[in-house]
């Protein structure tokens, strides 16, 4: 694996896998490796012929001074995990090699980044995100970029700014990697203390629950939604919010229906930590008599 710092260099490395009609993977990241990250690698790594790692901790999305100034890093180790990866290049640029000065243009998604965590850190929060994401892209040119569903609202801001600049690149969503009591995997989870860690995990019973309601036929997205609340106060934690909405608009939904994320935002101490939870709900207003639910539940007739 090859470290490099600047534009110029990580170019001048990709040339010959151009050349080549090699593909080129990238995975996007601000660092402090854990097994989510190592899952999109490990996804680049079985899809594509080059696979590249950026590492930057991006100061234009964060929309709170203290979270940046806390944000963990640890370069050397992120170095060595991505080595034993398989990675090829790991893009480690300074602030002043994306923003150099004078830099003035920023990339505003509206629509799917009005509510959830565009209303909670604010607006430039995705445009930081889209801005850097943007660069990354033409700078490295991949074929494919890798994305966790871990950040959902992200990777959808993200579908939405390739699909409509016409950025020549598939974005793949991998799945959000939790460890084994449900806890998302995050770099921010070592900021918790052992009590918080454990109070942690009610965002993902909160999720389980609001997919549970659905699985027990509720379509009414207030009561789901409800069974997630609880969990959540009975562990003394008060979520920024905890919302259904639709899949692919991020739109909350009317009635539990379709292609749906569950997701929460709550501070656990002084950490905010995110998740959620896709959900198929059937279709309402179909009942079994329909031809395409009945073929599921009959045996064929030859
Ligand atoms: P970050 O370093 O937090 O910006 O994350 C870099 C990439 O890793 C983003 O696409 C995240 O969505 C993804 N990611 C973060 N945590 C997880 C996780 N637990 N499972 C899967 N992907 C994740």
């Known amino acids: 694996m090859r470290t490099v710092h600047t534009i110029t260099q990580l170019r001048a490395e990709l040339v010959p896998a151009r050349r080549d009609g090699r593909s080129i993977g990238l995975v996007p990241t601000m660092g402090a490796f854990h097994d989510g990250h190592l899952s999109l690698m490990r996804a680049a790594r079985e899809a594509c012929d080059v696979v590249v790692v950026s590492l930057f901790v991006n100061p234009t999305q964060f929309n709170d001074p203290r979270d940046l100034e806390l944000y963990p890093r640890d370069q050397r180790r992120d170095g060595e995990l991505a080595a034993e990866r398989g990675v090829d ?7 002043g090699e994306l923003y150099p000065a004078g830099f003035a243009t920023t990339i505003s998604v509206s629509g799917v980044t009005g509510e959830l ?15 850097v994401v943007a660069k990354l892209l033409n700078i490295a040119g991949p074929d494919v970029a890798f994305f966790g569903q871990k950040d959902a609202q ?14 020549p690149v598939e974005i793949r969503t991998c799945p959000t ?7 998302a995997l995050s770099s921010r989870n070592v900021l918790l203390t052992n009590a918080q860690r454990a109070q942690a ?7 389980r629950a609001v997919a549970a309601a659905v699985d027990g036929g509720e379509h009414d997205p207030q009561t789901a939604l409800a069974a997630g609340r609880m969990e959540l106060e009975q562990a003394g934690i008060e979520p920024e919010y905890l919302a259904l909405v639709a899949a692919d608009t991020l739109v909350p939904v009317a009635a539990v229906e379709g292609d749906l994320l569950v997701l929460v935002a709550a501070p656990v101490g002084a950490t905010r930590l995110i998740d959620n939870l896709p959900i198929r709900a059937p279709r309402l207003g179909r009942s ?7 073929t599921l539940s009959r045996a064929p007739t030859r």
Do not use: N
């Open 201 to 207: 995990t009610c965002l993902y019973g909160a999720l």
């Open 177 to 183: 990697v939790r460890a084994a009591d449900g806890l």
């Open 288 to 294: 079994h008599a329909d031809p395409e639910v009945a």
């Open 154 to 167: 992200q990777a959808v801001v993200i579908r939405r700014m390739v699909a409509d600049l016409d950025l």
């Open 117 to 131: 965590e565009g209303r909670h850190r604010g607006r430039s929060h995705f445009e930081g995100v889209a801005t």
């Open 89 to 95: 290049l790991l893009f480690t640029p300074e602030p």
